[in-house]
């Protein structure tokens, strides 16, 4: 096969790749949602942030069983089935608009992203290896946060347009809709299983692997960030300055904005940089946000800690589920599961949030839980080791 034919190959392969990580962003709209469904039931900080709790407990759950799944019907078969799951989630909240249906809508939607993300992440490493691999994950996180800043656009336009907010559900329906069927269409080659597949107990035990859990933890504390900053960005504008849900969130897509402008110059920066020196700087990067929003409180300043965090956060995520999967490279599928499954940080840290900020009656109890995310990553630089 020539170059030109390979590199055509290439593509054809991604496209689909790509288009599965747009649908996986949409887990999260789960924090603009949570603002309006707040607004809409009149729900305390703590109920409300029952939502994004919802969405991600199923990490916990489905994680490390969609590893051995994949082990038995292959990536590309999981990652659709992950598809029509999330498809059903975003056609719900048309047939049940209730604080229950909400619910069951985003229990749909962790399950999907869940099957996802454990499935979606490891196919990229069938169709590029080695110090590439980390550099087109990032081009995929580049992906997903374009539809992660897109959500509460769509939502304020639905909002103001039709009185609807919900209008960008259907949209993000039709784009997995999508996905699915050019996925369906493309045949990417896996790599044998060979040998007895784990059991969930051996996939646990991988967690005694240092490397492991010290990867498993700092997934957590990443999507604790993610998600955090996602529900509480609007909310600290509307805390201190007083502005209406429609203004503050515009904040979330602020947020998602700047993860945008950090996962494409990522994608060339790790090609280039060690991702030790990246992964330190991005960290350094939120450090710096969260010691600003102890103390802002005007909006530009505000608005600038939050891109800062977007900035830093966009190049945790493909630096460390890298070195776990390249780190046991004969349990990819198991190290994946794992991996996603430290996902459940977007479980923790928002109850968490909710409670620290009810206790202390405004949103710096929410920075403060977020800080301590930061605070774990800044520890972990050093064991950032280089790819090869």
């Known amino acids: 096969m020539t170059q030109e034919n390979k590199d055509t190959s290439l593509i054809a392969k991604l496209i689909p790749v790509m288009l599965a990580f747009f649908a996986m962003s949409f887990v999260d709209s789960v924090g603009i949602a949570t603002n309006y469904v707040k607004s809409d039931f009149g729900l305390s900080d703590t109920v409300a942030n029952l939502c994004p709790s919802m969405v991600f407990f199923w990490f916990l759950v489905c994680s490390v069983p969609t590893g051995m799944l994949m082990n038995k019907i292959g990536r590309r078969k999981t990652v659709l089935i992950s598809l029509a799951v999330t498809i059903a989630a975003l056609v719900l909240p048309f047939i049940s608009y209730s604080f229950a249906g909400m619910m069951i809508a985003f229990a749909f939607l962790g399950i999907g992203n869940a099957l996802m993300q454990v499935s979606l992440n490891p196919l990229v490493s069938n169709i590029v290896s080695g110090n590439k691999l980390a550099s087109f994950m990032t081009f995929g996180q580049f992906v997903k946060a374009i539809g992660s800043f897109v959500a509460p656009l769509l939502a304020a336009w639905g909002a103001a347009k039709f009185g609807d907010w919900k209008l960008m559900f259907p949209i993000f329906a039709v784009e997995a809709l999508i996905a699915f069927v050019f996925l369906a269409k493309e045949q990417i080659k896996e790599e044998e299983i060979t040998g007895k597949p ?20 700092g997934i957590m504390c990443h999507v604790g960030i993610d998600v955090g900053t996602n529900v509480a960005a609007p909310k600290i504008l509307m805390d201190r300055l007083g502005w209406d849900l429609s203004a503050a969130g515009y904040a979330t897509s602020l947020y998602f904005i700047f993860r945008t402008i950090g996962c494409f110059s990522g994608s060339f920066l790790l090609a280039k940089f060690s991702a030790k020196m990246v992964f330190g700087v991005s960290v350094f990067f939120m450090l710096a946000a969260i010691l600003g929003l102890f103390v802002s409180d005007t909006q530009w300043p505000i608005y600038v800690c939050i891109a800062l965090i977007g900035l830093g956060n966009s190049n945790i995520f493909p630096i460390i589920f890298s070195q776990a999967i390249l780190h046991l490279p004969e349990k990819k599928n198991e190290v994946s599961g794992l991996m996603i499954m430290g996902l459940v940080g977007g479980t923790v ?15 710096i109890g929410s920075v403060i839980i977020i800080g301590l995310g930061v605070l774990y990553l800044l520890i972990i630089i050093g064991k950032i080791k280089k790819i090869a």
């Open 198 to 217: 784990s059991t969930f107990k051996e996939c646990i035990a991988l967690l005694g692997d240092s490397t492991v859990l010290l990867c498993f933890i």
């Open 349 to 363: 840290f928002p109850l968490l949030m909710g409670i620290m900020s009810d206790a202390l009656g405004s949103q």
